[in-house]
């Protein structure tokens, strides 16, 4: 990509807004058996708030982003808007002020520095190509838990007349002649390529029919996000959506619907501790399927006007079989902690991971630390189940209960980290956890909220 000047003064800002982030210690030594009790308050969706932030990019105006939890992915994708002459500002913590007045091209240097640490670059695509005719993605980056392609996003930026060309640099992607409608069948309900049509959509000329859309509450916030901006989006029952092509768009002001994965993970934790934990920010409409099976282990919750409470009521809970599905089915983010609190259920557990392909590497330490857990790699043919089989699934299968004791472990990727941490929380005795810093990438605050609940842990560089 050629390169011009960046206006290296937005650099503070970028600095600014990822300073707690950086800070952060590598290392922790946590001592378990000790139930987690007390309040946790749960920001904006990571999985919202970044896709938010690169969607600024489309407009004339700056936009007003609230509720950004403050995580690594907020980081990196502030650095990649930092690069393109977006400034970003944070006036006050949690608030994002995004200002596309300056966008210009990247040095290549900039874009390539964030190469690995994130996926969401290549959501950058649809907009670069809109304000700049050219996008330079680097390799990505994002949690290891599968091949993770990027084939549906190329070929839907194709169909908006996009060219794509693979260089030692990385993906170059020009359109010469600007992007157009296109209908686009997804072959799989995909989040990102999802997004990938909406960012790309909005500024093309003509109408977009995307076919197999994901539907998940983060993508129905950024069509509310989009259509504050100006867009015309119609989802339809069927997972069609039209996206009818606008001229310009506007900035927005937003707060950030809440982070149901967080949410998902604490209220594992207090079940898997014996605990009691307050969620804040929390809401039933978007957890309805984990809620479900949240009862049906035995977990106890109670639905408040500020948030939910989540806690162990005491006695054995209930194995059960649960299929990772996209919304409103049980989501692939959520079984790594409930596999843990799964680990002390009576009996045999099943869970079916039909997302993605690899996502129980995490399940090697819970069975160092004793757990009864059996992967099959190729999935489990002969079972009852409403989620269609997969090609590349997988099943682990969870006999309980089993004591946990404490081991040392080192942090594979978020969601699997944050069970690592729950387990540690739940054993007996001294674990020391590594690489620490990806749980950073998800969990904001995280040792804060950890010491508010009662944890007892140590930090370490
Ligand atoms: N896929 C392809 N080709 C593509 C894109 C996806 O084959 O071009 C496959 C993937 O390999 C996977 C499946 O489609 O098997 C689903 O992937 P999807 O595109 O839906 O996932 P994503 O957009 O990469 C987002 C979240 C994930 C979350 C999934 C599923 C972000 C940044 N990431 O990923 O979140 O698990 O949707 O809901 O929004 C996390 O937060 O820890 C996390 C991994």
């Known amino acids: 990509m050629a390169e011009s000047s960046v206006a290296g003064a937005h650099l503070d800002d970028a600095d600014r807004v990822m300073q707690p982030i950086t800070r952060l210690q590598d290392r922790m030594v946590i001592r378990g058996g000790k139930p987690l009790r ?13 896709k938010a932030m ?13 509720d950004v939890p403050q995580i690594s992915d907020v980081g990196v994708v502030t650095r990649m808007l930092d690069a393109y002459g977006v400034a970003v500002t944070s006036p006050e913590e949690g608030v994002l002020v995004l200002d596309p007045a300056n966008v210009e091209r990247a040095h290549f240097a900039q874009i390539d520095a964030l190469a690995g640490s994130s996926r969401i670059p290549i959501l950058f695509c649809g907009p670069l190509l809109h304000r700049l005719g050219e996008a330079l993605i680097p390799d990505l980056g994002g949690c290891r838990i599968g091949d993770r392609p990027i084939d549906f996003h190329l070929d839907a930026l194709r169909a908006f007349g996009a060219v794509v060309d693979k260089s030692y640099e990385g993906i170059r992607i020009t359109a010469p002649d600007g992007l157009h409608g296109a209908n686009i069948e997804l ?20 109408v977009t029919e995307l ?22 989006i119609t989802v339809e029952p069927s997972r069609t959506i039209f996206i009818e092509g606008v001229d310009h768009l506007s900035g927005y002001t937003h707060r950030a619907m809440f982070d149901r994965n967080e949410a998902a993970s ?3 934790a207090a079940l898997a501790t014996g605990g009691d934990i307050f969620v804040a920010g929390a809401k039933q409409q978007e957890l309805l399927t984990f809620l479900n099976v949240y009862r049906k282990v035995g977990g106890a919750f109670d639905v408040q006007e500020d948030g939910i409470r989540f806690w162990h009521p005491g006695g054995p809970l209930r ?11 049980f989501m692939t983010d959520w079984q790594q902690p409930l596999i843990v609190a799964l680990t002390q259920a009576e009996g045999v557990s099943i869970v079916h991971e039909t997302v993605y392909e690899n996502r129980f590497g995490f399940t090697d330490a819970l069975i160092e630390m004793g757990a009864n857990i059996v992967v099959h790699k190729d999935g489990i043919e002969s079972v009852t189940r409403r989620v269609p089989r997969r090609k ?12 946990l004791h404490a081991t040392d472990m080192v942090i594979p990727d978020l969601r699997g980290g944050f069970s690592h941490i729950i387990a540690a929380l739940a054993a007996e005795g001294e674990s020391r956890l590594s690489n620490l810093s990806l749980i950073n990438r998800g969990y904001e605050h995280f040792a804060d909220k950890l010491a508010d609940l009662g944890a007892d842990f140590t930090l370490e560089d």
């Open 54 to 66: 690169v969607a600024a990019l489309l407009a004339d105006t700056p936009s007003v982003l609230r």
């Open 266 to 268: 604490w209220a594992s």
């Open 211 to 232: 076919k197999n859309a994901a539907i998940e509450p983060e993508i129905m916030d950024l069509i509310a996000v989009l259509q504050k901006m100006g867009a015309i």
């Open 319 to 329: 194995a059960v079989q649960v299929e990772t599905d996209v919304h409103p089915g």
């Open 38 to 50: 007390g309040r946790v308050d749960v920001r904006g969706a990571k999985n919202l708030a970044t």
């Open 392 to 403: 590349l699934e997988q099943a682990a299968v969870v006999t309980g209960p089993t004591p």
């Open 187 to 206: 072959p799989y309900p995909s989040v990102g390529a999802t997004e990938q049509v909406l960012l790309s959509a909005t500024l093309a000329s003509g």
